[in-house]
């Protein structure tokens, strides 16, 4: 079992869609959470942070919930440009990834 | 220069042969860490690097792994006797914060194929 634990993907959704990619992580020591975009055959990118009080940039949104060990994220009136693959990631001294989300927008 | 510069882009082996990654961190730059990603995977730790020292080498697979930094700047990962399991995308990450949580830039990688 992976320490990073993410939705198996494919998403394939419409444009206009509001998409929610689901994690979990195993380790209680887990400091700081981040939600990554990697697009194809390129490196990792921060996409946003992830608090307990909850943050939104633009039509994103993610939420942590540090006694269920879980954090979400949500894209609401998904757009092309968001085909990409998700990845979840706490730090313990080091980035720790889950296996990534693959998401499809469709026209 | 501006980003996080990794050569080679690509880089095809033969399985047995010796291969050096290298990696140009951004200027500055403390901490200095290496991943390894195979295809349909996330990203795995493999080493982390405070300057020259190596902190943190519990993600190298096997003995045949070896990174050094040895003036707190340029890093290389060295592979001996490659195997077709060691086909992947290594990628460097650097930041200017130690033991960071923040600030990671990462590199465009060096996709590696063993055959």
């Known amino acids: 079992r992976k320490e990073v634990e993410q939705d198996p993907g494919p998403f394939n959704v419409p444009e206009g869609a509001t998409v929610a990619f689901n994690c979990t992580y195993s380790?209680?020591?887990?400091?700081?959470f981040f939600w990554y975009r990697q697009d194809c055959r390129k490196e990792p990118k921060l996409l946003m942070s992830?608090?307990?009080s909850g943050n939104e940039d633009g039509r994103f949104t993610a939420q942590l919930n540090r006694a269920s060990q879980y954090i979400s994220l949500l894209i609401r009136d998904s757009k092309l440009s968001d085909s990409a693959t998700y990845l979840c990631?706490?730090?313990?001294?080091?980035?720790?990834f889950g296996q990534g989300t693959e998401l499809s927008v469709k026209p | 220069g501006a980003g996080v510069s990794q050569s080679p882009r690509y880089k095809v082996a033969k399985r047995g042969q010796d291969v050096a990654l290298r990696c140009d961190p951004i200027?500055?730059?403390?901490?200095l860490f290496w991943y390894q990603q195979a295809l349909g995977q996330g990203p795995e730790f493999l080493t982390y690097?405070?300057?020259?020292?190596?902190?943190?080498k519990s993600g190298l697979p096997s003995d045949r792994f070896f990174a050094e930094r040895p003036e707190g700047s340029v890093s290389t990962l060295k592979i001996q006797r490659t195997q077709q399991e060691d086909s992947a995308v290594y990628l460097c990450?650097?930041?200017?914060?130690?033991?960071?949580?923040?600030?990671?830039?990462f590199g465009s990688g060096t996709r590696l194929t063993v055959v």
């Open positions: 992830v608090y307990s």
């Open positions: 380790n209680s020591a887990s400091q700081s």
């Open positions: 990631v706490v730090t313990r001294g080091k980035l720790i």
């Open positions: 200027s500055g730059h403390v901490s």
């Open positions: 990450a650097s930041s200017s914060n130690s033991g960071a949580s923040y600030g990671y830039t």
């Open positions: 690097f405070q300057n020259e020292a190596q902190l943190d």
